[in-house]
């Protein structure tokens, strides 16, 4: 039995300035009866900054000649804190024994002198390398003024903060850091001089997503701490490929997968870069709990097939050309939310309609030359989308532009959707894939 033994130490700082100058920032809003400014004016610099310490031990060990195994662990220690009217405060820390992150990964050759395996992999990963943690939690935020002027006259009538200087977010006791278990079985296999097969089944698991939310709900002050959220994913994957010989290769893979969840990064307000301190859980209408919340997110493409070739048609000259088709993604009507009266509610389950199936043919040819002493300039040419089919990718999802009401009657605190002002727009395209593009370029190695 051999062993391979690794251990290190690591640590990284990030920081992000949170506030601004005066610069022109804001949005200006004309209505009837007055013109409304929002911007940002001038005040201290407010700096954001995460602190992460890592240290790790991995050791592979060789049981026989035909099985290895990896273990390790990964311990993570963060910091989340800012720099405001020269003071430093650190408002959220989690210490190495609340991310301890074990791996292990098991290879197998199923038939000696085959080349052949099966493997086994388990890893958990903390999700706490996010910028938005150190501004969306933090204590202190930029201010947002609101100037209102005469729309005839033009005349400042008045001119106040909005939000700022203090933020009443409390981070709850017992708050628990972001993770990820992933497990992997696969089988992979030569045959046929150039050819192998790898096909491998993934889960992945995300839970205790940071939030904040309103305590007691639905109007109460703002707390955060982990929210009953969900992302799941599971695909199978079967990737055929063949090596370079005799002036050509070629790989060709089809996956089966599922993006399941009551959490979306992709909804307005639901996270995206802005996670931990989004408008979900904020009130009725965007609650992780809320009905027809769980089932396939906006990413998913249940099926998705993918074939690249290339050949060398004379020295140095190469062509290449790839095909990929993606089914399309689900989405669902939405209706207005009560905290904000923005479109976050949904109106009918996850997944209810979907955009068309999706595929794409790139072509490319290069021409590389020598210039000596390890130098090298390729001329290449590239056609995107070549049969220029421009699908669409998202629509309105925007059914009816009625308010929401909300109510004092639990669990929900948000009466019926109102049906008296339906959008015309619904389901009509809000985006498309790229057209038909060319580009030439020129590369020199060295």
């Known amino acids: 039995m051999n062993h391979q033994l690794k251990a290190g130490v690591g640590y990284e700082y990030g920081e992000e300035h949170l506030s601004r100058q005066s610069n022109g920032w804001g949005t200006v809003t004309v209505l009837s009866n007055q013109i409304r400014a929002d911007y940002y004016p001038d005040q201290p610099p407010l700096l954001g900054f995460g602190k992460t310490y890592s240290a790790y031990v991995q050791d592979s060990i060789t049981v026989t000649p035909r099985l290895n195994v990896n273990v390790g662990v990964l311990a ?86 909005r939000s700022g200087a203090s933020f009443n977010a409390v981070i709850l006791p017992g708050t628990k850091p972001t993770y990820t278990d992933e497990y992997l079985l696969g089988y992979a296999t030569p045959f046929a001089s150039n050819w192998s097969l790898d096909s491998f089944g993934m889960f992945r698991d995300t839970k205790r997503f940071i939030e904040d939310f309103p305590l007691p709900f639905p109007d109460g002050d703002f707390f955060a701490g982990d929210i009953p959220a969900k992302r799941r994913y599971y695909g199978i994957t079967a990737d055929l490929n063949r090596r370079l010989a005799n002036r050509w290769t070629a790989d060709i893979n089809y996956t089966w997968q599922r993006l399941y969840g009551n959490y979306d990064f992709d909804v307005p307000g639901g996270g995206g870069t802005y996670n931990t301190a989004s408008a979900i859980d904020d009130g009725p209408g965007i609650m992780v709990t809320d009905p027809f919340r769980y089932g396939p997110l906006l990413q998913n493409r249940t099926h998705v097939f993918k074939a690249f070739g290339a050949y060398e048609v004379i020295p140095n000259l190469n062509v290449g050309a790839y095909y990929r088709f993606q089914s399309g993604a689900p989405w669902n009507a939405l209706g207005r939310d009560v905290p904000y009266q923005g479109f976050r509610r949904y109106l009918n389950p996850v997944g209810t309609f979907h955009t068309p199936a999706w595929q794409n043919i790139d072509l490319l040819a290069s021409y590389g030359l020598g210039l000596g002493r390890g130098m090298r300039v390729s001329v290449e040419g590239r056609v995107l989308n070549v049969l220029n089919k421009q699908t669409v990718l998202t629509v309105d999802r925007k059914q009816y532009f009625d308010p929401a009401v909300e109510t004092s009657t639990p669990p929900y605190y948000i009466a019926p959707q109102g049906t008296s002002q339906p959008n015309p727009a619904f389901g009509t395209p809000t985006s498309y894939a790229d057209p038909r593009r060319y580009i030439a370029s020129v590369r020199f190695d060295f």
């Open 76 to 161: 993570n220690h963060d910091e989340y804190g800012q720099k405001w009217q020269g003071q430093t405060l650190t408002f959220l820390k989690f210490g190495f024994g609340e991310e301890i992150q074990p791996r292990i990964g098991v290879n197998y050759n199923l038939r000696a002198n085959s080349g052949d395996k099966i493997y086994v992999n388990y890893g958990r990963y903390s999700n706490m390398e996010q910028k938005s943690t150190s501004r969306g939690l933090a204590p202190h935020t930029i201010i947002l003024s609101r100037a209102i002027f005469d729309p005839v006259t033009g005349a400042l009538i008045s001119d106040t903060p």
